[in-house]
């Protein structure tokens, strides 16, 4: 029973640290598969398959080689030189990320609760510090509240979805769309992306569990459940028509399907976008330790500091510089976690 408790822990923490705002809205999910109407379904089950396998690998090369940071996994994989260049990458893309989501905290509030825009974010910054300093504690129970609520509220979406007259045709279209090859390449970019990313919190979480299996089975359940939630927003996705002109898709769905519980939705999105700032902060922490020996306190105050300044940059535009060239740069990542043979422990 401890076991699955703790298995259970792990694939919370995995499923939360990946799930960011773009995956809990379902933006995400439109442009690297829903998009591709069928061939886009095809594409989430290969992309289930390396959140199974690879992120489990992560998990357990960390333990096996006691890393206690991404920074001292990466040299692992790349070798003592190239490694510090990734390691710099790895650094400016998880201050980048956090900013852009406690930006996304804020217009939250801003867009959907008509609050001020500082609000949200202040709100968030506060709620982070409290939960960084409870420590990997506060990491697992935030994470654990948060993502089940998540998975049953996709699985109830997709049930309204999966009922509707016109979702069998809707789901095996296959759309026109003049960038078809991005089709095959999805599940490996996105996968490799949001895996490269999840790793500042994987990684020093798989070295602070002493059970192999626990970690293997808390892989395995993370990314099915990752898995879950990839296919549910597809199959309720791909009944909106021209879904890709919407910012927040799952948002049309919800006001369609049940308006009343729309505010249920607000509140999950701003969980899922809390547990991806918290993790960033945390993977930072993790990594800054490495060169600083200074208070925790310290620490979290410097790393929420500088995400709060980057906060104020536009949100679309900090996405389109990062992101891209962080995807193609994670995909060597992917391929050399890949080679990695297993311990066979």
Not at 13 to 41: L, P
Request: charge should be neutral; glycine fraction near 10%; aromatic fraction near 16%.
């Amino acid at each position: 029973m401890k076991k699955m408790s703790g298995a259970f822990q792990i694939a919370a923490v995995y499923v939360g640290t990946v799930i960011g705002a773009g995956f809990a809205t379902g933006r995400e999910i439109v442009e690297f598969f829903t998009r591709f109407g069928f061939i886009g379904f095809i594409a989430i089950l290969f992309s289930g398959y390396l959140f199974i396998t690879m992120g489990t690998r992560i998990m357990l090369k960390s333990h096996d080689i006691q890393a206690k940071s991404f920074e001292q996994f990466n040299e692992y994989l790349f070798g003592k030189w190239f490694s510090k260049f990734m390691n710099i990458m790895m650094m400016v893309m998880l201050i980048g990320v956090s900013a852009v989501m406690l930006s996304g905290a804020g217009a939250v509030f801003e867009e959907q609760l008509l609050m001020p825009k500082q609000a949200g974010v202040i709100l968030t910054i506060v709620l982070g510090f409290i939960t960084m300093m409870v420590g990997m504690k506060g990491l697992f129970a935030v994470n654990t509240f948060v993502v089940p609520l998540m998975i049953i509220f996709n699985l109830f979406l997709m049930g309204h979805s999966v009922t509707d007259t016109g979702f069998l045709e809707a789901f095996l279209t296959i759309p026109p769309v003049d960038d078809g090859w991005k089709s095959v390449v999805a599940p490996f970019s996105y996968v490799a992306f949001n895996l490269a990313m999840a790793q500042a919190v994987l990684v020093p979480v798989a070295s602070e569990v002493e059970d192999r299996q626990v970690i293997k089975y808390g892989g395995y359940l993370g990314g099915f459940f990752l898995t879950l939630i990839l296919i549910s927003s597809h199959m309720t996705l791909v009944l909106i028509p021209e879904v890709t002109l919407y910012e927040i898709p799952m948002a049309v769905v919800m006001k369609s399907f049940a308006a009343g519980l729309y505010f249920v939705y607000i509140l999950i999105i701003y969980g899922e976008i809390f547990t991806s700032v918290i993790g960033g902060v945390f993977g930072l922490e993790k990594q800054l330790a490495g060169y600083w020996k200074g208070p925790s306190f310290v620490t979290f105050s410097a790393i929420f500091a500088v995400i709060y300044l980057l906060s104020f940059f536009e949100y679309s535009k900090l996405l389109s510089y990062l992101y891209p060239l962080f995807g193609y740069l994670s995909l060597l990542f992917l391929v050399l976690l890949w080679m990695k043979h297993d311990s066979g422990k």
